[in-house]
T-cell receptor
Framework: RKEVEQDPGPFNVPEGATVAFNCTYS??????FFWYRQDCRKEPKLLMS???SGNEDGRFTAQLNRASQYISLLIRDSKLSDSATYLC????????????FGKGTTLSVSS | DTGVSQDPRHKITKRGQNVTFRCDPISEHNRLYWYRQTLGQGPEFLTY????????KSRLLSDRFSAERPKGSFSTLEIQRTEQGDSAMYLCASSLGAGGVYGYTFGSGTRLTVV
């Protein structure tokens, strides 16, 4: 089983749609969770951290289910500018080995 | 500019040549990471430093790869006897501590093409 697995995508949605990405991780000792965004041929950039209680940042909502080792990202009212690859990221433990990245799910929002 | 800087942005080299990349992290960040990314894949961890100490190396980091961070500031990644399979984007990132809350900040990467 891969350490971090994501929906393969791509997701093609119209502007204004709601889209959800799912991610599972294999190491139950993982402590830190993130979603990164990566535009074509650019570096990954932190979109949001994911907290146990779930958290929201504008149109973006992240959820964590530790029992199921599952992370999700919900994007509401999609914009053209949301088109990118979304990377699910997990830290092995708080003591800090490196972040492990999923393969990414590509979102394309069309008008 | 207080971001992570990588140099060069692009490198084309012939198979068998050696290449060296440089990364300058955010100055107050004590951790520095190297990742490799190929098309359609997420970044794959190579190695990381805390200050000048190299604390972990991935099994992806073959004997042809070596990384240094001699004074705990900038880092270099050298690939000896390059192979076509080394063609990828090499990303450097830095963090303050383990990056458990704020994640990492990435540089723009060095795109290596081995011909």
């Amino acid at each position: 089983r891969k350490e971090v697995e994501q929906d393969p995508g791509p997701f093609n949605v119209p502007e204004g749609a709601t889209v959800a990405f799912n991610c599972t991780y294999s190491n139950s000792a993982s402590q830190s969770f993130f979603w990164y965004r990566q535009d074509c041929r650019k570096e990954p950039k932190l979109l949001m951290s994911v907290y146990s209680s779930g958290n929201e940042d504008g149109r973006f909502t992240a959820q964590l289910n530790r029992a199921s080792q599952y992370i999700s990202l919900l994007i509401r009212d999609s914009k053209l500018s949301d088109s990118a690859t979304y990377l699910c990221v997990v830290n092995k433990d708080q003591a800090g080995t490196a972040l492990i990245f999923g393969k990414g799910t590509t979102l394309s929002v069309s008008s | 500019d207080t971001g992570v800087s990588q140099d060069p942005r692009h490198k084309i080299t012939k198979r068998g040549q050696n290449v060296t990349f440089r990364c300058d992290p955010i100055s107050e960040h004590n951790r520095l990471y190297w990742y490799r990314q190929t098309l359609g894949q997420g970044p794959e961890f190579l190695t990381y430093f805390q200050n000048e100490a190299q604390l972990e190396k991935s099994r992806l980091l073959s004997d042809r790869f070596s990384a240094e961070r001699p004074k705990g500031s900038f880092s270099t990644l050298e690939i000896q006897r390059t192979e076509q399979g080394d063609s990828a984007m090499y990303l450097c990132a830095s963090s303050l501590g383990a990056g458990g809350v704020y994640g990492y900040t990435f540089g723009s990467g060095t795109r290596l093409t081995v011909v």
